[in-house]
């Protein structure tokens, strides 16, 4: 996969850009706040539909086009993927290159006296599509170093990186899981109603099929998920610390379909061999013991809402205890085995996205990110001086300068 132009009006501080991009690395080159991660941001939102900088949307619109009482945001991308081919006409599974167009608006319209809301249109090929019908269509992988949350904040960042990469990667697995939160909100609603006012608990009973089956999904496409990408983020991370050491992933899903026993966070937990109605039927035995408890609280305390993983390396919790060499390293590896795991799962490269990471970076660990991107299509890297990359490299690659907005290709 390889995108081939990126068109933005009023995105951030851009007004307007139009670019063409090869399909190799390109380096956008350039002092602080001129627009680098801005292009980076763009693309991701576009696989992604969520910004990595801000939780508000509505802070994507340049300022000045937000000042309008209507105020619209245009990010569109052309880019080539591959799709699978007829089978009968091709035995060998050959996959032909074919074009898209995938545009995103963001649209701040009035509302009530002096009120503003934002919505999103999203259109494939001239289409409008639902985000969840269209997510991962294209696809792409973001490392920036303030990610160190995923490690060092709270649960709910760990959470959100396991949805985003899962939703570009298992088609159903956005729609899954937005149908899971609205069936979770209608539950709480129900269970704050009934410890307020009392009433008969079985009204549950339809939210408690609901939640068991969505989230029995979603619990087993995390399991497989973190287990594929940990095999490959061993890998990368025991040649990064050259066998120094082993890193492990551990999910902890808050409702754990295996029978609960005595173990340490360092013991390795299969459940690979799950089924998804074996998770089921433990699930809502689980949600009908925790009913009283849950109604007196007005919430549901367990499901996929409250998963948590935690990263460890030789047998210590990098949340807790590891250094930033240590947060640094595990999250670089953690990316390059989320780029094969999407190659595998998808047989596609995604767009690998890199915002100054080389900076973060000792002279070896530059080298050994230069070697694993190098057979991916499409990689861009951003950096405030072109020589923390090694000149050879550089020769090869795409230089673009980025001053104010604009773009000056060397």
Same mark, same amino acid.
């Given at each position: 996969m390889h995108l081939n132009h990126l068109s933005l009006t009023n995105f951030r501080n851009f007004a307007r850009?139009?670019?063409?991009?090869?399909?190799?690395?390109?380096?956008?080159?350039?002092?602080?706040?001129?627009?680098? =991660?801005? &292009?980076?941001?763009?693309?991701?939102?576009?696989?992604?539909? $969520?910004?990595?900088? =801000?939780?508000?949307?509505?802070?994507?619109?340049?300022?000045?086009?937000?000042?309008?009482?209507?105020?619209?945001?245009?990010?569109?991308?052309?880019?080539?993927?591959?799709?699978?081919?007829?089978?009968?006409?091709?035995?060998?599974?050959?996959?032909?290159?074919?074009?898209?167009?995938?545009?995103?608006?963001?649209?701040?319209?009035? =509302?009530g006296i002096n009120g503003q809301r934002l919505r999103k249109e999203v259109l494939l090929d001239g289409v409008k599509k639902q985000i969840n019908e269209i997510i991962g269509h294209f696809n792409?992988?973001?490392f920036v170093p303030q990610m160190s949350g995923i490690i060092e904040d709270g649960p709910e960042e760990r959470r959100r990186y396991l949805n985003l990469a899962l939703a570009q990667t298992v088609p159903a697995?956005?729609?899954?899981?937005?149908?899971?939160?609205?069936?979770?909100?209608?539950?709480?609603?129900?269970?704050?109603?009934?410890?307020?006012?009392?009433?008969?608990?079985?009204?549950?009973?339809?939210?408690?099929? $609901?939640?068991?089956?969505?989230?029995?999904? &979603? &619990?087993?496409?995390?399991?497989?998920?973190?287990?594929?990408?940990?095999?490959?983020?061993?890998?990368?991370?025991?040649?990064? $610390?050259?066998?120094?050491?082993?890193l492990r992933l551990n999910y902890q899903p808050a409702y754990d379909p295996l029978p609960p026993i005595s173990m340490k966070l360092t013991t390795d937990t299969d459940r690979s061999a799950l089924k998804t109605d074996e998770i089921q039927k433990g699930f809502s035995t689980r949600l009908k013991e925790l009913r009283s408890e849950e109604i007196a609280r007005g919430v549901t305390t367990i499901g996929p809402h409250r998963d948590e993983l935690r990263f460890l390396t030789n047998g210590i919790d990098?949340?807790?205890?590891g250094s930033r060499g240590q947060i640094r390293t595990t999250l670089l590896a953690l990316k390059l085995?989320?780029?094969?795991?999407?190659?595998e799962r998808t047989g596609e490269w995604p767009v690998i996205l890199l915002d100054e990471v080389?900076?973060?970076?000792?002279?070896?660990?530059?080298?050994?990110?230069?070697?694993?991107?190098?057979?991916?299509?499409?990689?861009?890297? $951003?950096? =405030?001086?072109?020589?923390?990359?090694a000149s050879e490299f550089v020769q090869k690659a795409e230089v673009w300068k980025v001053r104010e907005g604009n773009i000056q290709k060397e």
């Open positions: 850009l139009d670019l063409d991009l090869p399909r190799r690395v390109i380096l956008l080159v350039g002092n602080n706040a001129q627009g680098k =991660t801005s &292009i980076l941001e763009a693309i991701y939102f576009l696989a992604s539909f $969520t910004s990595f900088q =801000t939780n508000t949307d509505r802070q994507l619109i340049n300022f000045v086009e937000a000042k309008n009482p209507l105020a619209v945001a245009r990010l569109v991308a052309e880019y080539q993927r591959s799709d699978p081919v007829d089978q009968r006409s091709d035995p060998v599974g050959q996959r032909n290159k074919k074009k898209h167009k995938l545009e995103a608006r963001l649209i701040l319209e009035p =509302t792409a992988v973001i697995y956005a729609g899954v899981l937005s149908d899971y939160n609205q069936a979770l909100s209608q539950r709480n609603a129900l269970l704050k109603m009934l410890g307020e006012n009392g009433g008969n608990s079985d009204q549950l009973e339809v939210w408690d099929e $609901t939640l068991v089956r969505l989230g029995a999904q &979603i &619990i087993q496409w995390r399991i497989e998920a973190v287990q594929q990408i940990e095999r490959l983020a061993v890998r990368v991370h025991h040649e990064l $610390t050259h066998g120094r050491e082993v990098l949340g807790d205890y085995a989320e780029v094969n795991w999407m190659k080389m900076a973060e970076l000792d002279l070896q660990r530059r080298a050994d990110l230069l070697s694993y991107v190098s057979d991916a299509e499409q990689v861009l890297f $951003t950096a =405030t001086d072109e020589h923390m990359f």
